[in-house]
T-cell receptor, first 116, second 109 residues
């Protein structure tokens, strides 16, 4: 079974530039998550999709971050404009169900973003 | 979200059992206890979860205290590949996974 795919794996940009990350979840997984992981910390949920609808985006900095999941499969996360503090690993995860307590999340390898 | 407390780091020797503790004194009756681990330069990986009873799977065992205020993840024979950050997470119905800083496990050859 193919895992969660993410691209690119690494990205270096200057502050105030824009960047986009792509995620392809495991086939058949209805729920998709984007996390931000700053060095030395655990991942923090940015946004959760159920099919192509947003379930939870309470921790997404909406003035600069946006995400979409067209057709309920692939997803993109965009940052515009980037700030130095956005330097982090951006993780995508997917699960079978809509965030119920016993549904395992499968994580991709992440995209490491460096903002200079 | 109810919080968990884990030691920052632990060490073990290869092929010995490892007991990773987690305290969650404010756990509610509907909170599941989840464990994930994160190997270097990888995304987190599900390990095990439980509600009240002890659980076993191919990766580990989860021992849950009778009052559910603490739990222990047990790796029966540590290998070098088990060196990772282990996260203990409480998750209620419909709530998000909230990761803390976890326990950095070092496995010595």
């Amino acid at each position: 079974e193919a895992g969660v795919a993410q691209s690119p794996r690494y990205k270096i940009i200057e502050k105030r530039q824009s960047v986009a990350f792509w995620c392809n979840p495991i086939s058949g997984h209805a729920t998709l998550y984007w996390y931000q992981q700053i060095l030395g910390q655990g991942p923090k949920l940015l946004i959760q999709f159920q099919n192509n609808g947003v379930v939870d985006d309470s921790q997404l900095p909406k003035d600069r971050f946006s995400a979409e999941r067209l057709k309920g499969v692939d997803s993109t996360l965009k940052i515009q404009p980037a700030k130095l503090e956005d330097s982090a690993v951006y993780l995508c995860a997917s699960s079978l169900g809509p965030g119920q307590e016993n549904y395992e999340q499968y994580f991709g390898p992440g995209t490491r973003l460096t903002v200079t | 979200d109810a919080k968990t407390t884990q030691p920052n780091s632990m060490e073990s020797n290869e092929e010995e059992p490892v007991h990773l503790p987690c305290n969650h004194s404010t756990i509610s009756g509907t909170d599941y206890i989840h464990w994930y681990r994160q190997l270097p330069s990888q995304g987190p990986e599900y390990v095990i979860h439980g509600l009240t009873s002890n659980v076993n799977n191919r990766m580990a065992s989860l021992a849950i205290a009778e009052d559910r205020k603490s739990s222990t993840l047990i790796l029966h024979r540590a290998t070098l590949r088990d060196a990772a950050v282990y996260y203990c997470i409480l998750r209620g119905y419909g709530s998000r996974l909230t990761f803390g800083e976890g326990t950095q496990l070092t496995v010595n050859p």
